[in-house]
């Protein structure tokens, strides 16, 4: 029995790149790497991939983690994948690809969608699939087109795949899928975990075109000569189901429990809830979906412009902050927090909006506007910042109250991307919130999450509960001020109000 530590690799398939990460069974991270790749657009809002380009990056990321890391190759035991959702890959009984893969950002079914939408009740989709719309991005629209538009690809498939699907068969040889990756699909029951006949039969296609649906964090078996070879993996790794990349990202932060939420502040906000039963109203326009945690579900709420408006407002009129940080060679978004910080909490009155695109959940409202209300004499450029870094923790704010609405209570926010790394906006955010707020070491948290995933189903470790100890490593935590959040209950009633009073002079 060796006493070196034991490692996993971790790979997460973005839409525009692949990340990797070599972690070892205390947690510490020996090799990370990462490759992007073009994607291939056109007319009709078209957007494609060579499906060999997912399988050759994934090689050569793997190939240099094992450079970097310089292991043992014995002592690497498994990998798993966390994977962008919806991208179609259609391989024929052989299992080549019949064509380049369909991304999930193309758009080219919207009528096929509809057509699903005439034919099945939108109650009754998301009751099944958990889905409250239906979207061209949906792959089951998708294999609708390829019957229309492309009748020989539809005629000779052999196996529907997803990216993470396309991937572990290149690895292992077999045809194997997982919850997670399928529940946006729109022809997985994600109650029954098991396929929706009813669709497919619509569609036209079969189960035995489909691949086996497994648990996340399940051995699916060793590679392959040939994967072993381009891989340079040993033959006796063992390939284990990943999951969607928004619960991978939820499991890489510690986010496993019921009552957890995962946040993520970038250009735009995502938040990934962890429910204990499947919600299906659709009043909330929450899709909801299979977690990779056995039994549970996720709700995905959503706004288009978070850390955007910030950017746009920085652009636009803050000129001078940026030359000072350029001549002191200093971050621009500190200085402009530094402005925010000597601001009052409720920025003296000054409410804003920050719908620059429209709004996202759980408003869904396209012709929303961005607003600054209640400005005065007196206030300056600090005031307009700390008002944008309070209203996008407000839109966070209505979301969980939508969802406190259906029984749905969040106890901790985890809280990733470039508003992370900001000690006043994760205080504003606890703050408005009433919730504490906790930061993490790891930025990288959909690969670490496959990581886990790996590492539990090697047997590394009994559960996710004990790797997400060893693994998932806390930076700080930010406690809600009871005063403050006193102060922002009433500035949230107005923000409501606001978007309330509004809403008939957009549409």
């Known amino acids: 029995m060796t006493n070196k530590p034991l490692y996993v690799i971790g790979i997460d398939v973005g839409t525009t790149s692949i990340k990797g990460m070599l972690v070892n069974s205390s947690g510490e991270i020996a090799a990370f790497g990462k490759q992007e790749y073009v994607l291939e657009t056109g007319e009709g809002d078209v957007c494609e991939l060579d499906a060999e380009v997912y399988w050759e990056v994934t090689c050569q990321i793997i190939r240099k983690l094992i450079q970097d890391a310089n292991v043992d190759l014995k002592l690497i035991t498994g990998i ?24 999930w950002l193309d758009n080219r079914s919207v009528d096929e969608a509809e057509e699903i939408k005439s034919h099945f009740d939108e109650q ?5 699939t958990g889905q409250p719309e239906t979207l061209p991005s949906w792959p089951a629209t998708r294999m609708l087109w390829l019957k229309k538009n492309e009748p020989f690809v539809f005629q000779q498939a052999g196996k529907y795949l997803l990216v993470e699907d396309f991937l572990m068969y290149r690895l292992t040889g077999k045809y194997v899928t997982e919850h997670s990756i399928s529940s946006s699909t729109l022809y997985l029951d994600i109650s029954k975990k098991q396929w929706w006949s009813e669709m497919l039969d619509f569609i036209g296609v079969t189960e035995d075109q489909l691949p086996m649906l497994m648990q996340s964090g399940k051995v699916v078996g060793v590679l392959t000569p040939e994967a072993a070879q381009a891989t340079e993996l040993n033959e006796t790794t063992l390939c284990i189901t990943g999951a969607y990349d928004h619960p991978a990202g939820a499991i890489g932060s510690g986010n496993i429990h019921n009552g957890d939420a995962t946040l993520t502040i970038g250009a735009s906000m995502a938040m990934c809830n962890v429910i204990e039963k499947p919600l299906f109203d659709r009043s909330l326009c929450l899709p909801c979906q299979c977690h990779a945690i ?29 030359l000072e940080a350029e001549s002191s060679n200093a971050d621009v978004y500190d200085l402009l927090m530094l402005e925010a910080a000597n601001v009052p909490v409720g920025s003296d009155g000054l409410l804003a909006l920050p719908h620059l695109s429209g709004t996202g959940s759980p408003e869904y409202n396209a012709k929303a506007k961005g607003v600054f209300a209640g400005i005065t004499l007196g206030m300056n450029k600090g005031h307009f910042i700390r008002a944008i870094i309070e209203s996008v923790s407000l839109m966070i704010r209505h979301n969980l109250e939508a969802m406190k609405s259906n029984g749905i209570d969040v106890k901790v926010i985890h809280v990733l991307g470039g508003a992370s790394k900001s000690a006043l906006w994760n205080q504003v955010l606890a703050d408005v919130t009433g919730l504490p707020v906790v930061t993490l070491q790891n930025a990288e948290n959909a690969v670490m999450g496959a990581c886990l995933l790996a590492a539990v189903g090697v047997g590394m470790f009994d559960n996710l509960e004990t790797a997400c100890q060893t693994f998932v490593k806390t930076n700080t935590q930010f406690d809600p001020d009871e005063s403050n959040h006193e102060i922002y209950n009433n500035v949230y009633k107005k923000y409501v109000s606001l978007y309330e009073s509004l809403e008939s002079y957009w549409n």
Do not use: C, N
């Open 294 to 322: 056995e039994g549970l579900y996720f709700l995905h709420a959503y706004g288009p412009t978070a850390g955007m408006v910030l950017k746009w407002f920085k652009d636009e009129f803050g000129q001078l902050e940026t």
């Open 124 to 128: 009754l989709i998301m009751d099944v």
């Open 80 to 103: 798993a994948f966390s994977s962008q959702g919806e991208t179609l890959i259609v391989v024929d009984a052989d299992g080549k690809p019949l064509r380049k893969a369909i991304v």
